[in-house]
């Protein structure tokens, strides 16, 4: 189990501390007795302990005399505002059911209290509440800062860490934990729910043997998943490999999803919706998708998403080769007239395409996309919008996965007004002239002037719609031959400048990224015609 002060997770208010690349983040732990804090408790609202290490089957729940055994939870009726810690370094296998519910001003809270790791729970028996170590049947629950790990295998809509399966619950909380060797690590059938800042991974194979893993499972309306880290849940079926981070599933009414923040690295796909073929009453709209970093196989979205669904703002890598047959990126299983689908980096390879089934239409702008192994002209797959272009994103290090833009990039100040004011890892939005295209706000500004060899020559305007000036500061070079080439390495310009100030005429050029070279050096400018 790892420490949760080492865990790579996102906190929304907290001071993100980034190293080794955008997916190292570290969760900034509370105080060293975890009290969950809320402002307005129930007059009559009670603190409990439970403790492996330092209770007694004859516990009384208080913080002296900690009960020992989650059968005294099972066993209590709790109130709005109560709260139950778990004491840190502690673990217990089995089960317990929360069956009595909080209120909007005071749910009912589990968490954790002390120093060391976080509190342990597995139930490994499948008979007993279907491996769930946690069954969740009530509203306004808070679930935090517990490691639930190797969960009980049980069916493909019964098995997970944390479970709810009631329709009609509302209101829960999922927030802070770890999840290990649970085939679903968090399943809520309820609505108005929340899932964030948690991290999942190693699940521990797949349900059976047309069922893989999945690390969020939520089936009903308003709910919102962010600022989580999934990994590696996909395993070997029938289809060759299934599973996925999250999945949005089983009839019913799916609309007001927020997922937003996450990191999902190796599963086998980002976001799966339950396809119309399968659901005879399912209805979907205002979803969400913004500020997410997926490197995936399979898919990033596959399956129905609505009308009017927004995928704003996330970076996303479609590079890993094919495990299965199904091999794309944002799979449209119904058109999206009303959606807005901008301020993306699409990086792809092995004949990918950004949208397949169905044209995404005018729903689309200001959007990247990049073939990182050349297999196609136009990875798009339809006709650019307004906005849109086809070039290297210009990351810091690719093959490293650093994905922070360099300066230069052309990623930098060409997105449209962002829907968030912080980007992945908690920086301001925007902090250049406009917001940066993909997941990772950097902090340079695509300025009127773009200066080479320290400022003896400047490109502006850079953007440009195709005349660009070329300044030398040079007095005693001022006679030379300026190329551009294009992200192939072709030579598409070749124009000897004499003057301090010369003029180029790009416009015959398609969209995209090119590279100016003055004729000084080797070096050359990255120049966005748009």
């Known amino acids: 189990m790892k420490e949760m002060g080492t865990i790579m997770i996102i906190a929304l208010i907290a001071n993100i501390c980034s190293s080794q690349g955008p997916m190292k983040a570290k969760y900034q732990g509370d105080s060293v007795e975890d009290e969950y804090s809320h402002d307005r408790r129930a007059a009559f609202a009670m603190k409990y302990y439970i403790s492996s290490e330092n209770g007694s089957a004859n516990g009384d729940g208080s913080a002296g005399n900690p009960w020992n055994s989650l059968d005294s939870l099972n066993a209590y009726k709790f109130s709005p505002g109560d709260t139950v810690f778990f004491e840190r370094g502690s673990s217990w296998s089995g089960s317990f059911e929360i069956t009595a519910s909080g209120t909007e001003e005071d749910p009912i809270v589990f968490t954790a209290y002390g120093s060391g790791d976080l509190p342990s729970l597995s139930n490994p028996d499948s008979g ?4 769930n170590a946690i069954r969740i049947s009530a509203s306004y629950i808070t679930i935090e800062k517990l490691y639930v790990h190797d969960c009980g ?3 493909p809509r019964t098995v997970a860490g944390i479970a709810n399966f009631n329709r009609e619950d509302h209101h829960i909380v999922v927030q802070h934990c770890e999840f290990k060797g649970c085939r679903v690590a968090v399943r809520l ?5 929340r899932i964030s800042n948690n991290y999942m991974h190693s699940p521990g194979g797949g349900i059976n043997e047309w069922w893989g893993p999945m690390a969020i499972v939520g089936a009903g309306y308003n709910g919102e998943i962010s600022f989580n880290h999934i990994e590696g849940f996909l ?3 029938n289809y060759g490999y299934d599973g996925g981070a999250i999945e949005l599933d089983d009839e019913g009414i799916h609309t007001n999803w927020k997922i937003h923040h996450n990191i999902s690295l190796g599963n086998e796909g980002f976001l799966e919706s339950y396809d119309d073929s399968e659901c005879e009453d399912c209805t979907w709209g205002e979803i969400e998708i913004c500020y997410n970093y997926s490197d995936d196989y399979q898919w990033f979205i596959d399956g129905p998403i609505g009308r009017d669904a927004i995928i704003e703002n996330n970076t996303v890598l479609r590079v890993l080769p094919a495990n299965t047959d199904f091999n794309w990126c944002i799979s449209l299983h119904h058109r999206i007239p009303e959606a807005s689908v901008r301020n993306n980096i699409f990086v792809l390879a092995n004949g990918v395409t950004a949208f397949e089934w169905e044209n995404p239409g005018s729903s689309t702008s200001d959007n990247i996309y990049f073939s990182v192994d050349n297999s196609l002209s136009n990875p798009k797959g339809y006709i650019l919008k307004d906005g849109e272009i086809i070039a290297d994103p210009l ?5 490293e996965r650093d994905l922070h833009l360099q300066e230069g990039s052309p990623a930098v100040d060409m997105a449209e007004a962002s829907r968030y004011e912080f980007d992945l890892e908690g ?5 250049g002239n406009a917001p940066d295209a993909g997941a990772f706000e950097s902090s340079f500004v695509a300025g009127s002037k773009f200066a080479y060899e320290n400022g003896k020559v400047s490109i502006f305007p ?3 719609n195709g005349i660009l000036q070329i ?3 040079m007095p005693n070079q001022q006679n030379r031959n300026l190329t551009i080439h294009d992200q192939a390495g072709k030579m598409v310009v070749e124009q000897n400048i004499r003057e301090r100030i010369s003029t180029i005429d790009i416009t015959k050029l398609p969209k995209g990224v090119y590279y100016v070279n003055p004729g000084l050096s080797e070096l050359s400018i990255p120049h966005i015609l748009q």
């Open 395 to 399: 990351f810091v290090n690719y093959e």
């Open 128 to 131: 007993t509440n279907d491996g």
């Open 427 to 431: 920086n301001p939005v925007p902090q």
């Open 462 to 464: 850079n953007p440009s």
């Open 235 to 237: 395993a070997p079926n």
């Open 189 to 193: 059938y309820a609505h108005d729910v």
């Open 153 to 155: 295998l049980s069916g």
């Open 471 to 473: 300044e030398n500061m």
